[in-house]
T-cell receptor
């Protein structure tokens, strides 16, 4: 079974703190993603990565950065946490089929980190 | 038109009922389609992929209509444990060399005894 783990289930931070959210997958997936999920807004893509050291902005990258130094690990960084970043953060991973750029395999999610910024 | 649109529900049905969800998508070039299930305060989990010819997995049937750009999920003989939010997921090409999966906001199902 695919396993995606996230470093914390619940996290409380203060405004202005630097926050690191870690995600690890054990299936040798090329793609990794960070989403946030808020009531009424659904899942929104923050950043994604197709390979080690590669990253691309999603729909809402402002206030976030990412790091992918190893294939299995994808980190989300909140440079200076703000109260509007209080949310559920979900990491996901998937295979990427070579040469078929329009087809994407299903994504597998970690359990999520519920972040509260006070 | 929103990229992926679903009726938010809630759908309240009795045990044993048959319930159907529809989802429309805007990008006619989309190639991959999925239904995910999300329980309250949990992560989304893949329920089933949706293939052009339609596919069935036990009580669940998924259909794709490319001409009308919608996918559907049919649940037969509903169980209490089917209560969850069902997310429609479609891939979209977003200008770069890779597409992304776009998640609908979900349809909430509540199955009552």
């Amino acid at each position: 079974d695919v396993k995606v783990t996230q470093s914390s289930r619940y996290l409380v931070k203060r405004t202005g703190e630097k926050v690191f959210l870690e995600c690890v997958q054990d299936m040798d997936h090329e793609n990794m993603f960070w989403y946030r999920q808020d009531p009424g807004l659904g899942l929104r893509l923050i950043y994604f990565s197709y390979d080690v050291k590669m990253k691309e902005k999603g729909d809402i990258p402002e206030g976030y950065s990412v790091s992918r130094e190893k294939k299995e690990r994808f980190s989300l960084i909140l440079e200076s946490a703000s109260t509007n970043q209080t949310s559920m953060y979900l990491c996901a991973s998937s295979f990427r089929r070579q040469g078929q750029i329009l087809y994407l395999y299903e994504q597998y999610f970690g359990p999520g980190t519920r972040l509260t910024v006070t | 038109r929103k990229e992926v649109e679903q009726d938010p529900g809630p759908f309240n049905v009795p045990e044993g009922a048959t319930v159907a969800f529809n989802c429309t998508y805007s990008n006619s070039a989309s190639q991959s389609f999925f239904w995910y299930r999300q329980d309250c305060r949990k992560e989304p989990k893949l329920l089933m992929s949706v293939y052009s010819s339609g596919n069935e997995d036990g009580r669940f049937t998924a259909q794709l209509n490319r001409a009308s750009q919608y996918i559907s999920l049919l649940i037969r003989d509903s169980k209490l444990s089917d209560s969850a939010t069902y997310l429609c997921v479609v891939n979209m090409k977003n200008g770069g060399s890779q597409g992304n999966l776009i998640f609908g906001k979900g349809t909430k199902l509540s199955v009552k005894p």
